[in-house]
């Protein structure tokens, strides 16, 4: 088999969202938008509602009506897009409830589909979606009357604890909503860790059940195993790969092996990444290319079949850091190439 194998933990899933729902008295949703970061929606969100998540989050009506086809009715699918032209049909049918985020989304709302459910969308100081403090004192008491499901906010800076816009925020979003009696949500996966006065009614993790920081207690979810496609031998001042980017300064074998920046293996994490054969690290070397890297296994005495990239050695974020990029990234950007294997 020509293709790299991409593993997922659904029981690992599970633990983290018990252990993030275990670390407040509220409410535990789960984002799931992009495909559930990248790792699959039907199989993800099915795992997660038999574990007891209510409330799902995804980004766009599309992605809410994929994962209503993936759970049937029950739980509960919030939309962070609110509801754009065009959506109406979609909201209907697949029961979504979409977070309102302005005063143009909420007439859109109310002339389609009085009395349907709805939630808010608050802009607290991060300046992207949501409404801001003058066009909510203006919309509130009308908002107010149609009995939305939720009020919501997004934390920008949530993943550094210290970082005093959060507490602005808070203090922001309280102005906003204290005294209202509407269930509030401010907490994604960081707003959890900055303790009990973030958590409201909902918290709303996606990454941190995903295996990814600031969840630093978060158990690993993916793991990407690489086929080894052709072993070569290498002799000094010989090149390997575009650009020469790498030239042996011993005679090395090199292993080809099947996964490259088309499958989210980002280019600049070229030199620094490494694999893991039976526990043994290698180095990647050379540039990545498209659809292959190659790895410096001189040092491994036994036939060499699969390299594994992600897993126990090498977390999403230590990934990331050799792209200069977040675990987020390296996730959503996986694709569509590899083998999946979920672990149930
Ligand atoms: C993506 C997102 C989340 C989840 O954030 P994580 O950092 O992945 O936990 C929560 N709320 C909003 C509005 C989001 O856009």
Known sequence: MGSSTLTIDLNAIVANWRSLDAMTECETAAVVKANSYGLGT????????KAGVRTFFVAVAEEGAVLRAALGTGPTINVF??????DTT????????PMINSVDQMLRQVEAMPAAPFGLQLDSGMNRLGMEPSEWSALRDIALAQNPTLIMSHLACA???NHQMNAHQLRVFREMTDGLDVPR?????????????????????????????????????????????????????????YGNAWIAKRPSIVATVSAGYADGLIRAMGAG??????????????????DLITVDVTDVNSDVDTLQLLGPHQTIDMLARHAGTIGYEILTSLGNRYTRAYIE
């Open 159 to 161: 993943d550094e604890p």
């Open 81 to 86: 897009s609110g509801h754009m032209v065009g």
């Open 273 to 290: 990444a490494t694999v893991t054969f039976k526990g043994q690290i290698l180095p990647v070397i050379g540039r990545v290319s498209m």
């Open 185 to 241: 949500s401010l907490a994604a996966t960081g707003g959890v860790l900055l303790g009990h006065e973030y958590h409201f009614d909902m918290t709303r993790p996606g990454i941190g059940l995903y295996g990814g920081l600031p969840f630093e207690a978060a158990q690993p979810v993916a793991t990407i195993d690489l086929p080894v496609i052709q072993l070569r031998e290498v002799g000094v001042g010989e090149s390997v790969g």
């Open 42 to 49: 039907p199989s993800v969100a099915r795992v997660l509602a």
């Open 90 to 97: 979609i909201i209907r049918d697949a029961e979504l409830t």
